[in-house]
């Protein structure tokens, strides 16, 4: 079979859904025993999101070969096998860039360079530049139809149906029908006017998401599918869901699998979904439950912890409990713990950048530390409980991490100007060094010591994690901070990167350099967030008792 495309695009406003979109299908075609890959084409001019703000944009995920992508691939891999490489993600920065690359070794052989056909031929290459042997191909557009950084986007896949045939492309647009609560009742001319704008640059949908907050009847899908020109079946409700993971089996109630796989001209089996089912019916009915703080510096957008909040509701599958999470501002820590912390059985601490909300996270970690509740460290949650245990239990006055204190006396974290990156290519790097894709990235080997709490949740001796972090673990001061009771329980084959501790005598304290929440999926909960569930509701259900005495 020849492979396939599905171009997904979205209308009339953004944060509708694209990439939660085109993981369902996804998930929905391998569950028809099909194999995809998903891409995600974001048109803003930045080369990557490493140097955004999370504000802005949200998470940046990282790949196992360390690229820095937007966040809708973390949704890709968590609702699909699929693995993401820079190949999974581009943007208009990274198009441009190799464009004029191109003309300045003169490939253009003096010709003028223009958006058509240079800027779109090279869009059409890197999107059929996708894992051979794979069935089909989810590409998705960024941004909103009518947004000028787009365009050359909608006009490279609009080329694409021509150069590769109807049978082998499909258009896939989600749009908006609100409800207007005043006039009660759903209004689909947003709708008709996104199909509208793109029919005027030459893309037809072959099937429309409505987004709703109520299911379609069918006289409104008749009219969608009459004044958008599409086939009546070819309408789906894409509605509100409180569970994301749902999404898959309303597509598939509704038809969308069927009219994909018709469409395409594909045979394939009756999709197997028990498995998303039995997941949304533990996250809908748990037996248990219980509270997470999570101390953070951007907990005013949700999304700048992604895979994070994905990551601690698997753990809570694996438990068969429901996962309070509650969002705590660093900043609001600085003078020490306050009551956030009397209603919650763990403390996780994220990574992160910048020295806003430091002290207030050291102080969340050490009430964790003497309270001997369950503590999870993440990347700079690792860094900063080293520097509190340095500091209190180690007696380092003065343990700070050069990226926050230059002239520390204690650095127990520092910048490694020179070291070997994960394709054994030597990096040189200093604090004025450009912030894109200077860091440790992408997936690394790690040591587990035998009989730790990490080897009891991984089972297995070596395992690989993703980094996304520029200080690491100073050595000099390893012999301190172990005699005061901080066990290095990963680190990396050559012995030169501290990549787990742990504390003696506490129940469960652990932290890592890495990011297991990139690794996360529903199917399969990474097993520290599954082990940090699990202590916590511990630790909840020993608090209870002690409450009854």
């Not at 907990?299 to 601690?312: A, P």
């Amino acid at each position: 079979m020849r492979q396939k495309f599905i171009f997904i695009t979205g209308g009339v406003v953004s944060s509708l859904g694209k990439g939660i979109a085109s993981a369902s299908i996804g998930a929905l075609l391998e569950a028809k025993g099909l194999s995809v890959t998903l891409v995600k084409l974001d048109p803003y001019i930045n080369v990557d999101p490493g140097t955004m703000n999370p504000f802005q944009h949200g998470e940046v995920f990282v790949t196992d070969d360390g690229t820095e992508t937007d966040l809708d691939l973390g949704h890709y891999e968590r609702f699909t096998h699929s693995v993401s490489s820079k190949r999974n993600n581009f943007t208009t920065g990274q198009i441009y860039d190799a464009v004029i690359a191109k003309e300045r070794r003169g490939e253009y052989l003096g010709g003028t360079v223009q958006v058509i056909p240079h800027i779109t031929d090279e869009i059409k290459r890197r999107i059929l530049d996708v894992d051979e042997g794979i069935d089909i191909a989810l590409v998705e557009i960024g941004g909103t139809v009518g947004d000028i950084e787009s365009l050359p986007f909608l006009e490279a896949i609009r080329q694409l149906r021509n150069d590769l045939g109807k049978e082998n492309t499909l258009f896939v647009h989600l749009t908006l029908v609100p409800f207007i609560k005043a006039a009660d009742e759903m209004k689909t001319k947003p709708t008709q006017h996104s199909v509208k704008e793109l029919r005027e640059i030459g893309i037809q949908p072959d099937i429309l998401l409505c987004r709703t907050e109520r299911f379609l009847s069918q006289g409104m899908k008749d009219k969608i599918a009459l004044f958008c020109n599409v086939e009546k079946d070819a309408v789906i409700t894409a509605k509100d869901l409180d569970v994301i993971y749902e999404v898959p089996l309303l597509y598939n109630e509704e038809g969308l699998d069927e009219k994909i796989t018709g469409m395409l001209n594909i045979w394939a089996k009756k999709p197997d979904l028990s498995q998303w089912q039995k997941i949304v019916d533990t996250i809908k009915n748990p037996k248990k439950q219980v509270d997470i703080a999570v101390v953070g510096k951007y907990v005013k957008l949700i999304d700048s912890y992604k895979s994070l909040n994905e990551s601690l509701v698997h753990g809570g599958i694996a438990n068969d409990c429901k996962v309070n999470i509650h969002y705590v501002d660093s900043e609001e820590l600085e003078n020490g713990p306050t009551a956030h912390f009397d209603d919650v059985d763990g403390i996780l601490v994220p990574g992160g950048f910048g020295d806003r909300g430091i002290e207030g996270k050291i102080n969340a970690i050490g009430h964790a530390r003497t309270n001997k509740m369950p503590y999870f460290g993440l990347c700079l949650g690792m860094q900063l409980a080293v520097i509190e245990i340095g500091r209190n239990l180690a007696g380092l006055k003065g343990a700070h991490s050069t990226e926050f204190d230059e002239g520390t006396a204690c650095p127990l974290i520092y910048l490694i100007e020179e070291w070997t990156d994960r394709d054994n290519k030597t990096q040189k790097r200093d604090r004025f060094s450009n912030k894109g894709g200077t860091m440790r990235l992408g997936a690394y080997p790690c040591k587990v010591k035998a009989g730790s709490l990490a080897f009891k949740a991984y089972n297995q001796d070596l395992i690989h994690e993703r980094h996304r972090h520029r200080y690491e673990f100073n050595m000099t001061y390893r012999e301190a901070l172990e005699k005061c009771g901080m066990m290095i329980t990963g680190i990396s084959p050559d012995g030169a990167f501290v990549e787990i501790i742990e504390l003696k005598g506490h129940p469960w304290f652990l932290a890592c350099q890495f990011h297991p929440e990139f690794k996360s999926k529903p199917l399969m909960p990474h097993p520290l967030f599954r082990d940090f569930i699990k202590a916590s509701l511990k630790y909840r259900q020993e608090k209870q008792k002690w409450k009854k005495r």
